[in-house]
């Protein structure tokens, strides 16, 4: 069975930092793209950051670029985020996603059929 299980949330004043890791088993993900979603209540779930699993190309969504950093080391078949600068409105639940479709900007930020999806970690940014 494929397990993608977040971890690294918590509470954090404003401005302050945290990293995320999502630790994925349960097959190989060479051809995947692994993201972050996040989800606040209320709102629909919107894309954050995006890494190839083969080459490390990055993508990032406006609202989080400059603050946050996508990587991985694929030896561990981990991903991480990596949080700077946080906000009261980065409140949310973080999802760790792997995608079988081919890179494509266009619909990167589309969730896809097929993908699978980890339980989520919640992250807390007080003012």
């Known amino acids: 069975q494929v397990q993608l299980v977040e971890s690294g949330g918590g509470l954090v004043q404003g401005g302050g930092s945290l990293r995320l890791s999502c630790a994925a088993s349960?097959?190989?993900?060479?051809?995947?793209?692994m993201r972050w979603f996040r989800q606040a209540p209320g709102k629909e779930r919107e894309f954050v950051a995006a890494i190839s699993w083969i080459g490390g190309i990055t993508y990032y969504s406006d609202s989080v670029k400059g603050r946050f950093a996508i990587s991985r080391l694929n030896a561990k078949n981990t991903v991480y985020l990596q949080m700077n600068s946080l906000k009261p409105e980065d409140t949310a639940v973080y999802y760790c996603?792997?995608?079988?479709?081919?890179?494509?900007?266009?619909?990167?930020?589309?969730?896809?059929?097929?993908?699978?999806w980890g339980q989520g970690t919640q992250v807390t940014v007080s003012s």
């Open positions: 349960g097959r190989t993900f060479s051809g995947y793209t």
């Open positions: 996603n792997a995608d079988p479709r081919l890179w494509n900007i266009a619909t990167i930020h589309l969730m896809a059929g097929n993908d699978y």
